[in-house]
């Protein structure tokens, strides 16, 4: 049974730099054709994709983050990791990573969700 396990800070200053890391247990990123991503919610609004890591290593980001998004993985340790430059108070938000099987675009797995502040 596949399980991710977000982690990282959940209060982040203005300005600073908040990176978030999804374990990933009983699977490997690097199966075919899966695609490893960053979702989160912020309160009142709907799910927005942040962006993915392929299994491949290829990464893919949405343009609404202004390039302020960057996915990184660790093999040996089976994690990815998002690090979201330049936070604002608009950026607090449940953090979601999430594992989809890339050729039927459906969603197979998820974590918990980790909350994240953005306040001085």
């Known amino acids: 049974q596949v399980q991710l396990q977000e982690s990282g800070p959940g209060l982040v200053k203005p300005s600073q730099t908040l990176s978030l890391t999804c374990t990933v247990s009983g699977g490997s990123i690097t199966e075919n054709y899966r695609s490893w991503r960053w979702i989160r919610q912020v309160p009142g609004k709907g799910l927005e994709w942040m962006g993915a890591?392929?299994?491949?290593?290829?990464?893919y980001y949405n343009p609404s983050l202004q390039r302020r998004a960057s996915i990184s993985r660790d093999t040996s340790r089976n994690q990815f990791t998002l690090q979201l430059n330049s936070v604002t108070p608009e950026d607090t938000a449940v953090y979601y990573c999430?594992?989809?099987?890339?050729?039927?675009?459906?969603?197979?797995?998820w974590g918990q969700g980790t909350q994240v502040t953005v306040s001085s």
């Open positions: 999430a594992g989809v099987d890339s050729i039927r675009w459906e969603y197979l797995y």
């Open positions: 890591i392929q299994y491949t290593g290829n990464t």
